[in-house]
């Protein structure tokens, strides 16, 4: 059964970076899969951060492309989130999600930007 | 753009509920359908506009092709008060509608 386990800070200082990993379990991220971040303000509708080939090649939103930057470690089975210069408008939960029809999610992580 | 109506539905228990999603151009039949619940991830219900998860009851239906899209729940059972979101993986960036809430009438 595949499992996915965001972690990372719950709250970062605004102009930092925000970083956040995956944990994957019951499925190699050498599969051939796109591992993907999705984020969701509150009380609004999900975003499509990015994606990451298990080659390393990677899709960005042109909406954040400037900041994000995804990576796999594959020698822990996880890969991971960087969002530079953050706003209190990247407050949301992320999801850390297995492929691009999104059947597998992991529970989410609420980030909070703020002083 | 992905656009969904309503953005509320007040349903009783048992009874059909229909929801849209229109897309401002047109994405073939690559439309997918997600319920969600409070302080969870979405879930995968519908792809390929048309076609049913595993394991998902067959009273959700979805249908459409190209621009507009419909989600049927053909009796509604208190498991199923959610919000719906489309989303469409057709075009990058993937993209979701703005979500319809349905809730007991």
């Known amino acids: 059964q595949v499992r996915l386990q965001e972690s990372g800070p719950g709250l970062v200082q605004p102009s930092g970076t925000l970083s956040l990993t995956c944990a994957v379990s019951g499925d190699s991220i050498s599969s051939s899969h796109w591992w993907i971040w999705v984020r969701q303000p509150p009380g609004k509708r999900p975003e499509w951060i990015g994606e990451i080939f298990h080659t390393g090649g990677t899709n960005y939103n042109p909406s954040l492309k400037s900041r994000v930057t995804l990576s796999l470690d594959k020698s822990k089975n996880q890969f991971s989130l960087e969002l530079t210069s953050a706003t209190a408008a990247d407050t949301a939960v992320y999801y850390c999600v297995r492929d691009r029809l999104s059947s597998h999610w992991g529970q989410g992580t609420l980030v909070t930007v703020s002083s | 753009v992905m656009t969904q109506s309503p953005a509320t539905l007040s349903v009783s228990p048992g009874q059909r509920a229909t929801l849209s999603c229109r897309a401002s151009q047109s994405l073939s039949s690559s439309l997918a359908w997600y319920q969600q619940k409070p302080g969870q991830a979405p879930r995968l219900l519908i792809y390929?506009?048309?076609t049913r998860v595993t394991g998902i009851p067959a009273r959700f239906s979805g249908s459409g092709s190209g621009t507009e899209f419909t989600l049927t729940i053909s009796s509604l059972q208190s498991e199923d008060f959610a919000v719906y979101y489309c989303?469409?993986?057709?075009?990058?960036?993937?993209?979701f509608g703005g979500g319809t809430k349905v809730e007991i009438k």
């Open positions: 989303k469409q993986y057709n075009h990058w960036p993937l993209t």
């Open positions: 390929g506009a048309s």
